[in-house]
Structure formats: C-alpha cells, structure tokens
C-alpha cells in the first residue's frame, strides 16, 4: 500500500516508469506497480522530473517593483541605490509577507528549493530575521538556502564584516560577497581571501556574485579559485554571474577556465536580469553580459541557471518559472543542438541541485518525494513550452496541480481543442 502513486510518466531519460510514495518518500520505481495506493496521478504520456531548483535569488527584495520608486536607467547601479532605500523602510512583516506569495508563485512552478542571497548591510538585519522567519514557514515543501550577501561590500561599509558574522551567527549558512564592488580591485581581493576562510572555519558554502560587471579587468574569479583550493573549499564554491568575462580577452579567459576547472568551482549566471543589465554604457554593438556558459561546460564546470529577480528594483518581469530562465538561457547561449536543449532542463534541475549541495534529491528510491508533472513528453519539449505543471508533489504531498494548456479551436474541418506539444524525429 502507497500513500500516492505517480502511473506512467516518462523519465526524463526517456523511459516509462510507475513511482511509488509512502511517507514523504520514493519508495519504489518500477515499470508497473500492482498495487493500492492512496492517490493515484495519472501521468501517462506526461514527463515527470525532479523539482526544479533556484540557485540564487534575491527573495527579500521580490515583489517589491516601483518601490521607493522606478529603475528608470534600467542599470544595475541604479537597482542597488533604490534596494539601499527600501531595505531601511521595509517592515520585517512586508518582507516575509513578499516572499511568502513569492513562494507561492515557485511552488506552484514546481521549484522547490531556493537559494536566496539576503542583504546583511543594514546593522538591524531585518531582511536576516524576515527570511529566517519565511524559512521556517515553508520548509515542508521548499528547501530555502540563506546566504549572507554584504550587498554594499565586505569593506565599503563600516560594519559589513561584522554583520556578516552577525547572520551566519543567526542561522544563515552560505558566506556571499561582491567583489567587484568593494572600493579597490585590492581590497576586493582580499574580501575573497576574508570570506572563504569564515567559511572554512565554520564549515560552510560560499556563493559569490562575482564579476558581475562589463569591465573585462574585473578578474575575482581568479582570486576567488585560487582561495577556494588554498583553504580546501573544492566543490563548496560558486561564482554567480561571472559576466566580465563575457567581454574578457579570449587568452585570458583561456587560462582563467582551467583555474575555475581545478577549484571545482561551479558557475551560475541569470540569464533574464544578466541580458537586461549589462551593456547598458555599450551603443553598438551591444554586449549582453552572458557569461561563457558552454565553454565551462566543455571543461565540466558545473553550470546552472538563476533566476536572480522577479519584479524587483532591478528586473521589471519574472514569474518565477525556471523553464523561463531555461528557455532565455539557451536563447543566448545559442545552445540549439538537441543535446544542449536537454542540457538546459538538466540545469534547472540536477545541476542546480548538486551546486546547492542537495541532499535526497531527484527520481531514485529512497530521495523525498518530490516531483513535478509537465504537459510534454520530453525535457526539450518542456523548455520550449514552458507547459503546465500538471501536478507538483513536495515530500509525497499533492501541493499544486494545473489544467493543461490546450485551446479550443472553431474552425470548419480542423480540431476541437490544439495542444501545441509535438515529437520532433
């Protein structure tokens, strides 16, 4: 006897299989289960994958678009400077209330796990309290990682060091930094020194925003690889953005990939808010900022895909779906081969989970129950329709579910209803 069985799915490897649930688990996964069940979710014809998984995102700034006021130069500078006024007037209970309906929208889509960058620079850390507070409130369906992000710098603030420690003291348990932001490439090198080894000592992660610039002089990836294999921190590393080196020189970068290789440092750029923000001093040609995403992928550096924003100081649009972000991602990195456009839904999904360091994760006996079910039949499928989540299954409970996105169709001798999914080959 099941508490739920999911009956027919395709894998996202292709094949067909019956998936057992009891008590939050994957308890069985089998061409046919024979067997009484609880819940049965008729997934014939339909893909059934793993949750889809956010790694970096900024959840205490979400939802907040227009407030004090409007980005009007669309930059990165000017998002920072309108945070760094909102921060100070957002009310602990505003912030949770935010992110809560913010978490509502991702569960809804299926992703359930979230790594969220918190700005520590204000001394009352009331976005730390309030995304500790929404931690707490959904942990029984969305794994939210912390991570404290010095959004002003490490050094540029008087008290950003200290309050750093001051959140992971509180319970935050990723060590975040801005390089590039500090007042001197100098001193931004030594934030990377500084950082990792806080997060040796205490054992931690660290996810850096790294680089997240035009100027192709901005190199803290390198620094920041040679701290991670100095200390140890092989595979506990990410550098998010990394979009200098967009418009880095191609020696350079040559040399810098290996160093990155080495460190086992893994690699998220957002594609939706990179696009959207970089290039905005270039007139034409116009740059995008997408950092070198199949190039580290050739030298197995682990990429995944971000989300970052959703209707925030810096990004005007966003419905928190990561087939969104996959769908964009592969756009701009021009990865149109078949195996490329599956490589997108994988890095919504495992890739992201393995740089969050997951544990219990994806369609094997024995993980959480945690699965969604999409109107299409393949993962390339899924990222070119961004389709329905049909069902949306956190720790063996049923949390959202969907109708499928067909339309009706009135016209003489053609079909009723149109579904737009179709087998290619």
Not at 5 to 20: E, H, Q, R, S, Y
Request: negative net charge.
């Amino acid at each position: 006897m099941f508490d739920l069985i999911v009956k027919g799915g395709t894998l996202p490897d292709g094949t067909t299989a019956d998936i057992g649930i009891t008590g939050g688990k994957i308890t069985a996964i089998e061409a046919r289960l024979d067997a009484e069940a609880g819940e049965v979710i008729d997934a014939s014809g339909d893909l059934v994958a793993p949750p889809f998984v956010d790694p970096h995102f900024h959840m205490d700034a979400t939802l907040s678009y227009g407030k004090p006021r409007l980005n009007a130069s669309g930059t990165l500078l000017e998002g920072i400077s309108l945070w760094g006024e909102l921060r100070d007037i957002a009310t602990v209970d505003e912030m949770v209330e935010r992110a809560l309906t913010y978490c509502d929208w991702a569960a809804s889509m299926g992703t359930l796990a979230i790594r969220s960058h918190v700005d520590t620079t204000p001394d009352h850390l009331n976005t730390v309290t309030a995304m500790l507070e929404v931690k707490e409130k959904v942990k029984d369906y969305i794994d939210l990682q912390l991570v404290a992000f010095p959004q002003d710098g490490l050094y540029r603030t008087k008290t950003g060091r200290e309050n750093v420690i001051r959140a992971l003291d509180m319970g935050v348990e990723v060590v975040g930094g801005i390089p590039h932001f500090e007042r001197t490439m100098a001193d931004g090198a030594e934030s990377m020194r500084d950082l990792c080894e806080i997060a040796a000592e205490r054992g931690l992660m660290v996810d850096i925003h790294c680089d997240e610039t035009d100027d192709p002089m901005s190199r803290h990836i390198e620094a920041l690889a040679y701290e991670t294999q100095r200390l140890g921190l092989e595979g506990r590393v990410a550098g998010s953005h990394l979009t200098s080196m967009h418009s880095m020189d191609n020696y350079y970068v040559s040399k810098l990939l290996p160093l990155i290789a080495e460190a086992g440092i893994s690699a998220i750029p957002n594609p939706l808010i990179n696009i959207m923000l970089q290039g905005r001093h270039d007139t034409f040609p116009k740059r995008r900022g997408l950092t070198r995403v199949k190039e580290m992928q050739a030298m197995g550096i682990p990429v995944g895909w971000g989300q970052d924003c959703v209707l925030d100081p810096w990004y005007s649009l966003g419905t928190g779906d990561m087939l969104d972000v996959a769908f964009m991602g592969l756009h701009v990195a021009q990865m149109s081969h078949p195996d490329e456009m599956a490589r997108c839904f994988t890095m919504v999904t495992e890739v992201n989970a393995q740089i969050m360091g997951l544990q219990d994760y994806g369609l094997r006996v024995g993980n959480d129950a945690s699965l969604v079910v999409l109107d299409a039949s393949t993962p390339t499928e899924a990222v070119r329709l961004r389709p329905a989540r049909l069902a949306v299954v956190a720790k063996g409970k049923v949390i959202a579910r969907s109708a499928r996105g067909d339309a009706r169709l009135m016209l003489p001798g053609r079909p009723e209803t149109v579904r737009r999914r179709h087998e290619v080959g």
